[in-house]
Each structure stands twice: as structure tokens, then as C-alpha cells.
């Protein structure tokens, strides 16, 4: 069940302006559980988003100006499931209706709402490696900081994977975009999700790498066919097993 005093809590600095709309939610669900609750913006217009057992729920309450609007997609009619590349953003596709979130929060939030609705596609598996495991991985391998620029990368490394994909280490890296550095029982991939630009990724499956070098400050990695630079590898005691577990599978 959700209550006022949960809802707040699970907001955080998020529930500003939206404790009416938050009390409108605990009453709705008083006997049923609320999967996620975000805050954030659709249409321009600032809402309270919750992933209940029926459907995304959309409930506007203004303190001012504006009228009180409650909006449900059921998860029934959901088809397809994309985070945005502007940071914690949102595409959800209900049929032919589509709705974009933006400035979506808190991050954890914010994750536990994309796998409740990803659990509602049509054909949907788990993933081998559970998403929240995976998320709790980077975020104690990178530390405070490095995690609040890296959240919603982060937040869309689990969709990355493919089925039966380890994740084997992970850290940050810089080759001509920054971003979140995995190393997987496969691949070494850079994904970075942030504001206002596109997502951006890069990978090479191991069986690739030749040979691997550390420089100052990261790696060179030879690929046969071309160099990539991997600069500003974070945390710097990663750079050393990275070269290490890489040069494992090199031909």
C-alpha cells in the first residue's frame, strides 16, 4: 500500500510541488502497491508519475493555477520502452500514443520505473543479471560523484546487455565522448546517456583486441585494424586490471 509519508520519502527533494498530487495517489492506492513514483515533466507541464499493477499513472495537482488532471495508460496496450538520451527521460509507447517524460527523479526511482514497465512488454525476460545488481555494481565502483554524472547511463546500462551477458568490471573512460566503461564476459563498451544530446555508444567484442598497452592515465588498445585510446580512465586502480583481464583473451 502507499502512504503520504512513503510517497514523500521515496520523492525526496523531488516532492516539491507535488504534495497534492502525492496525497491524491496514497488515497487512490490506499490497499494496492505503487511500483515506482517519479516527478517530472510531460507536455511541458510538471506531473507525479507512478507505475502501478494497472498502468502508468499521471496525476496533476497545481497550487495555483491549472486544473487537476488525472491521466492512465494501461500497461495492457504498452508496446515498446526507451530511455531518453536528455538525461532522466522516458518513451513510452501505448498503441499509437506515445508519451515522453523529462527530468524525471529521484534517479533510484527512476530506475525501478523503467523495470516495472519493461516487465510489461509483451515477450518480456528477465535479464540474467538482475538491473538493480547491475546498477549497485557501477555505482559503488565509481563513487559519489562520478555516479551523479553517470546516472542515467547508469540507469540504461541493463537494456544494453544481451541475454546471458556478465558484467565483469566496470569504471568510466574517455575516447571522443566520456562515458560509462564496462568490460563484460564479451565486450568493453562505453555507453553515455546525458542532456540535451544523443545517446552515444561504442564497443568491441574482446576476441578483437590484439593487444593492450597502458599510457598515462588509460589504455591503448589495438584492435588490428585500428588504435582506440581509452584517456582519463576512473577510478585509476581500475586501468591495471582492465589491461589485465583484457590481455587474458588476446589472441
Known amino acids: 500500500m502507499a502512504t503520504v509519508e512513503e510517497l514523500r520519502t521515496r520523492l525526496r527533494v523531488y516532492r516539491w510541488g507535488q504534495g497534492r498530487a502525492a496525497k491524491a495517489l496514497a488515497t487512490r492506492f490506499a490497499l494496492q502497491p505503487i511500483d515506482a513514483v517519479t516527478s517530472g515533466l510531460w507536455r511541458g507541464r510538471g506531473w507525479l508519475a507512478a507505475a502501478s499493477p494497472a498502468g502508468l499513472e499521471l496525476l496533476r495537482r497545481p497550487w495555483v493555477m491549472g486544473r487537476a488532471r488525472d491521466v492512465r495508460f494501461p500497461w495492457r496496450e504498452l508496446t515498446a520502452v526507451e530511455t ?15 508519451v515522453r517524460l523529462a527530468a524525471l527523479g529521484p534517479p533510484d526511482e527512476y530506475a525501478r ?18 538491473a538493480e545488481d547491475v546498477r549497485a555494481a557501477a555505482r559503488a565502483a565509481l563513487g559519489r560523484w562520478r555516479t551523479l554524472e553517470l546516472d542515467a547511463s547508469i540507469v540504461a546500462l541493463p537494456e544494453q546487455l544481451e541475454p546471458d551477458e556478465k558484467v565483469e568490471l566496470i569504471a568510466s573512460a574517455v575516447r571522443d565522448f566520456s562515458g560509462l566503461l564496462v568490460l563484460t564476459d564479451r565486450r568493453l563498451l562505453l555507453l553515455n546517456r546525458e542532456p540535451r544530446r544523443p545517446p552515444r555508444e561504442w564497443s568491441a567484442h574482446r576476441s578483437w583486441i590484439k593487444a593492450v598497452h597502458v599510457v598515462e592515465g588509460g589504455l591503448e588498445l589495438d584492435l588490428g585494424v585500428e588504435t582506440v585510446a581509452l584517456t582519463v580512465v576512473r577510478p585509476d586502480e581500475r586501468i591495471e586490471e582492465l589491461a589485465e583481464r583484457l590481455q587474458r583473451t588476446a589472441p
Open 84 to 98: 531518453g538520451g536528455s538525461g532522466m527521460s522516458l518513451r513510452l509507447t501505448f498503441g499509437e500514443r506515445e
Open 113 to 130: 520505473f523503467v523495470d516495472a514497465a519493461r516487465r510489461h512488454l509483451p515477450g518480456h525476460e528477465a535479464p540474467s543479471m538482475a
